[in-house]
């Protein structure tokens, strides 16, 4: 008994250590770049792959509803709570677009003129910083939450989170269990599948490579392995407008969340990330 | 993010599994004798009706049945699905796992040699008898191991629940990695369930051991 029970305990020890070295990564794969720290060990190429519009996604046919909350979005930016919001994320404020003294004053519904007794259901993946994300607290935060909590207050709606699963993103959203996607939500290629908000910023796509990979082109990543997550746009990209570049590469490898590709990059298993630039920025920032 | 909010958050998400899990084996166990007795059913109707949701429930992939569950409703009557999630999840586990208990339980019925039954009605027992007094407690006897692996895969299935965007344990530690770019989530998580199911094997062996007798 006493003997089953010390290799239980060794198992779960040789377990937890196997997890936490694949985690570490600098412990093991990335022992060579730990000398150089002070630089950044992680850049975007200068050369990127294209830009693409954050907006919010509402069901086909939502006309009324997009038209109501993208005046409430207005409302905030012409009220100053936009960037309120903004300047407590340094990673995505220069890529906003939505500036006070361009905005159209049409369709800007007057504060607390919404229904009580509505609730708006938010639609977002729980795993996109940071627009979207569990906060240090444990609590549901990030950019487009914080906008679209401040958009029900103004309207006065009450806000109801609704942290999906990406993959089932469009299932959820037209059987109702949510009223609108609005996080870092891509509109180039999707333009006709949902009926679109405002369009609230700019976002490059880039690739993410170790300094000192000697990468500095796309051209380079010619014959490399690059790393990518499911179902965001920099995967639509490169399997349609960079299809060319894509073609190129030794292999793209499909990652649930770019967590995992990151880890992957570090211990030197991938050689490249494709990923938006605010994203990317948010991923390296452990390692500045 | 500091380690006692992620090991709250993540004890909090531990809850949700475990809602998972124990309502899980409360419904789908009896249901999996329910099951099991249609399957042995005199009536071939039927068996075929049991042999065909067993076939359609052990060989679809489980995250699969649960998007059907869950968005079924809505996509082929129109029904509102609004807080409806929780139910589908343990619809969905019940009905697969019920589906693997009952052929547990038809293998346990089935390795029973007829001469018990003969013995048993040499001796006066009568049908109900015969099935409760002598059948079944052999039965629970050689399929306790097959259960223990059955619920042990029940404790990890648990995170398939996560494609109805329920925020089980591991959809947690998932999105605390994304936050921290960091995998001690996952390492957390490994240990969780490690425990969770140290302590299933453990209570199962106890139940095996209670079953101990004629030895």
């Known amino acids: ?288 | 993010m500091s380690w006692a909010t992620m090991l709250t958050t993540m004890g909090e998400g531990m809850l949700r599994t475990s809602a998972i899990f124990f309502l899980t084996v409360l419904f789908s166990m009896p249901l999996g004798m329910i099951v099991m007795l249609l399957r042995r059913s005199r009536f071939s109707v039927v068996r075929w009706i049991m042999k065909i949701y067993i076939a359609v429930m052990r060989g679809t992939p489980l995250m699969l049945q649960l998007l059907a569950w869950y968005f079924g409703p809505y996509y082929l009557f129109g029904m509102s699905i609004r807080g409806y999630r929780f139910t589908a999840i343990i619809i969905g586990f019940t009905m697969n796992y019920a589906a693997y208990f009952a052929e547990i339980y038809r293998g346990g019925i089935e390795a029973i040699p007829n001469g018990q039954y003969e013995a048993a009605d040499v001796l006066g027992y009568n049908k109900v008898q015969t099935f409760f007094k002598i059948i079944l407690p052999q039965v629970i006897k050689t399929i306790l191991p097959a259960i223990t692996n059955e619920v042990i895969t029940l404790v990890k299935d648990t995170s398939l629940a996560f494609a109805l965007a329920y925020n089980e344990m591991f959809a947690l530690a998932k999105q605390i990695a994304a936050s921290q770019t960091s995998f001690t989530p996952y390492v957390v998580a490994g240990v969780f369930y490690f425990i969770a199911n140290y302590l299933v094997a453990f209570i199962m062996e106890r139940i095996e051991k209670a079953f101990d007798y004629y030895q």
């Open chain 1, 1 to 288: 008994m006493n003997m089953k029970k010390t290799l239980c305990l060794v198992f779960a020890l040789v377990m937890t250590l196997s997890l936490s070295a694949c985690g570490g990564g600098s412990t093991t794969g990335g022992s060579a770049s730990s000398s150089d720290a002070g630089n950044a060990k992680y850049v975007f190429l200068e050369e990127d792959l294209g830009v693409e519009t954050y907006a919010i996604g509402f069901r086909l046919g939502d006309e009324e509803l997009a038209k109501t909350v993208s005046g409430a979005v207005k409302a905030l930016v012409l009220n100053g709570k936009f960037d309120e919001i903004a300047a407590k994320y340094p990673d995505i404020k220069d890529y906003l677009c939505l500036k006070a003294e361009d905005i159209d004053q049409s369709d800007i519904p007057a504060q607390g003129s919404g229904d009580s007794n509505y609730t708006f259901k938010h639609g977002f993946d729980l795993s996109y910083p940071p627009y979207s994300y569990l906060k240090e607290d444990g609590t549901v935060g990030g950019f487009d939450v914080e906008v679209c909590q401040a958009a029900c207050e103004y309207l006065g709606w009450k806000y109801e989170a609704v942290p999906l699963n990406w993959e089932a993103k469009d299932m959820e959203l037209n059987a109702g269990s949510c009223d609108c996607i609005w996080s870092g939500f891509t509109k180039e290629g999707r333009e006709d599948k949902y009926t679109w908000g405002i369009t609230y910023s700019n976002n490059t796509q880039g690739i993410l490579v170790a300094a000192d990979s000697g990468i500095k082109t796309l051209a380079d990543l010619s014959g490399k392995v690059v790393g990518v997550q499911i179902d965001t746009s920099a995967a639509e990209m490169l399997e349609d407008s960079q299809a060319d570049l894509a073609k190129t590469f030794s292999e793209l490898k499909t990652y649930e969340t770019y967590t995992v590709a990151y880890n992957d990059l570090k211990a030197g298993a991938i050689d490249a990330i494709a990923i938006d630039m605010t994203s990317g920025a948010y991923l390296i920032a452990d390692e500045s």
